[in-house]
């Protein structure tokens, strides 16, 4: 079963707090510590011990509370983080959100010894810039190629070829596919006298093309051959197409080289 994405996302800001926080820094994770106001046990995120973020904190403590939401951060989460680190006493706190926070819970927070760090780090009254951005695996999306047309000017009609993918990394949690951002990349557009998928001589130039984008080199004429025999001749004169990048794999059986160095 996958982990959900707030055990990813704590995960993650631990290896980071590793990073920041040196080598001689004592840091555990989802820890308990006495409540001196409240006189109750109250569990910790991340706690780190010994000096953190260079001097930032000397010989001191840090509690830290990672929040993966689908919304901002609002006063009242920001008056129950206070209460947290004035109930613990530990020297500072900071607060990490992926989606940021609402005016009234950033002037709550200025008010004490908290930092807030969000997508792009940003301090609230420290000099923390230097920390480094969270990112997120992006496990939905299969890059593909696609075919369709245009309109070139009043009366013509274009054809073009694009490469389509998502980035394999995000700054905040991918829960579902339809929080993709999808890129994309023109291979070709060119009117359908140049580019077009009508017979089998424009789908064999169709295909060059596309095989010189996923290839990253020229194609010899075998490969074209096997991509217009396992693909491009199901391409319909007039007719949008798509075709995800391991498909090509599997029916050719053609990869992009490998360059090493």
Known sequence: MAKPAWRNYEEQILEKVKEWAGPDAKIEFDQRLPGE????MRQIDILVTADFAGELVEAGTAAIDCKCYGRRIHVGDADKFVGLIEDVRTDFGLLITNKGWSKTAERRLQRHRVLKVEEKPTMAVADIDYLPELTFPVEWGEEHYTGDFWEVGRNGTGAKITYNYVERESPFP????????WLDEVVAMETVDKLNWSDE????????????HYLSRAPDPEEIDIFVLEVAS???DGKEWCIEVADIRTRTGLWPE???G
């Open 37 to 40: 106001i409240s006189g109750g």
């Open 174 to 181: 991918i829960d579902h596919p339809d929080q993709l951002e």
């Open 201 to 212: 001589a424009d789908r064999r130039h169709a295909a060059e093309v596309l095989l010189r």
């Open 234 to 236: 199901e391409w319909e």
């Open 258 to 260: 490998i360059k090493i």
